[in-house]
């Protein structure tokens, strides 16, 4: 007997990605300054701006990092394995919904952790 899943979202609505690099303290920032100076030879990303404080739905300082869904397979792979002490959040970006993105549409590498979805309002945008 087949068990039929349901979905979260629909996967044909996500159009890229982001990638964010928490880092807590000197030492983390800068293992992740080192993936940020390395990736732009090796990928086509954009990058976004160092945030030295929690901003939004983040918890802890961190940059990010856009992508297309077809660099998923090769930049993902390589994330993981230069992470080091570090926790990546890597989430769609649907357009549809900043809250789905960020929490059914979220994935980590290294550990998790708890984001604060309420800075989303009731329909899922940014407050």
């Known amino acids: 007997m087949a068990v039929e899943l349901q979905q979260d979202f629909n996967p044909e609505l996500i159009k890229g990605y982001h990638a964010h690099v928490y880092y807590r303290g000197t030492k983390e920032r800068d293992h992740a300054a080192m ?3 390395a990736v732009p030879a090796l990928f086509e990303v954009v990058m976004g701006r160092w945030r030295e404080e929690p901003v ?3 918890p802890l300082p961190m940059y990010q990092m856009a992508f297309d869904v077809a660099l998923f397979r090769n930049f ?3 994330l993981q394995s230069v992470r080091g002490p570090l926790s990546i ?3 769609t ?3 549809v919904s900043d809250y789905m993105d960020h929490s059914v549409g979220a994935m980590w590498l290294g550990a998790s952790m708890a984001l604060k979805l309420e800075f989303f309002d009731s329909e899922g945008k940014s407050a």
Do not use: A, Q, Y
């Open 35 to 37: 993936i940020r100076d």
């Open 56 to 58: 939004g739905p983040h």
């Open 89 to 91: 959040l890597v989430h």
């Open 76 to 78: 993902v792979p390589w």
């Open 93 to 95: 970006s649907t357009g």
